[in-house]
């Protein structure tokens, strides 16, 4: 597998500095559990945001708490290698000046498809080799209960002959137009590795329902990706997530997120 070469992010000096978050809102999303309780509007500092880069994909359900050009502000001081100013313009064809408080340009995706191809665009830009192979995987399986599991990975090929994850019994044949090979897979059907997890994150879909926590989403993910990030710890959560132990895991992420970033608690008027 072929990277391109980046330069270290020097933002280790900005976690020294974390600066108390400011609530102007205790309204928290309709919803959502104790995992995401507690958010509320967040004012972020530019050094929460550089905190927040740090930890990837998971920190995106409380990115989203301050404005589009709040949040692509402090990714350009925290020399963040791709910012939202990059997505937007790369994925959706919109310079940032041009997009509203909301991030909203009538673009959004349903599918992981859609999604990856718009993060193969954004990674395309940036010079990305072999940038096609990187994938937006999730599984769905609590979906209906508000949460998804979200994995960035590379996989080498664009056809895959995997055992379904679901039943461990039936063999499958996915290439890129099947809706399935958008789940993370770690063996094919010969039990030869096959994913790379570059980054992964249980996340409350009311976070990524619209064009803003999608495009967050996506530029948390190239970043990961350009930074060469690997997260050798996906494949057991993954099958607690599917044993129905997502809320434990996206709680545990969750406070440890805020705990990185120095985000104290916001409280709700029934807490």
């Not at 990975?153 to 399935?180: A, C, F, L, W």
Request: hydrophobic content about 35%; charged content about 25%; some cysteine.
């Amino acid at each position: 597998m072929k990277h391109i070469k980046v330069k270290s992010l020097a933002i280790g000096c900005c976690l020294l500095s974390l600066s108390a978050c400011q609530s102007t809102n205790n309204r928290v999303g309709h919803g959502l559990t104790t995992a995401a309780r507690g958010v509320g509007h967040l004012v972020l500092s530019p050094f929460q945001i550089a905190a927040g880069l740090l930890e990837g994909i998971s920190s995106v359900p409380l990115m989203i708490s301050s404005s589009i050009h709040d949040i692509n502000k402090g990714m350009v001081k925290a020399q963040n290698k791709i910012t939202l100013n990059d997505t937007y313009d790369s994925a959706y064809g919109k310079r940032l000046a041009e997009v509203p408080e909301d991030g909203n340009t009538g673009e959004i995706f349903y599918r992981m498809k859609h999604a990856t191809l718009q993060l193969q665009k954004v990674l395309k830009e940036y010079g990305v080799e072999e940038s096609e192979h990187y994938i937006l995987t999730s599984v769905d399986t609590a979906n209906s209960k508000g949460y998804t599991l979200f994995a960035v990975v590379y996989r080498p090929t664009q056809e895959i002959d995997v055992i379904d994850k679901y039943n461990h019994r039936s063999k499958r044949n996915y290439s890129h137009t099947d809706r399935m090979f958008y789940d993370a897979y770690r063996v094919d059907d010969q039990q030869k590795k096959l994913d790379t997890v570059v980054d992964w994150a249980g996340i409350p879909r009311e976070s990524i329902k619209d064009q803003k926590g999608q495009a967050v989403l996506i530029t948390l993910a190239a970043n990961s990706i350009v930074e060469k990030k690997r997260r050798n710890d996906y494949w057991e959560v993954e099958q607690r997530w599917i044993q129905g132990q997502y809320l434990e895991i996206c709680e545990n992420q969750s406070e440890n997120i805020k705990e990185k970033m120095n985000i104290r608690k916001v409280r709700t008027p029934n807490e």
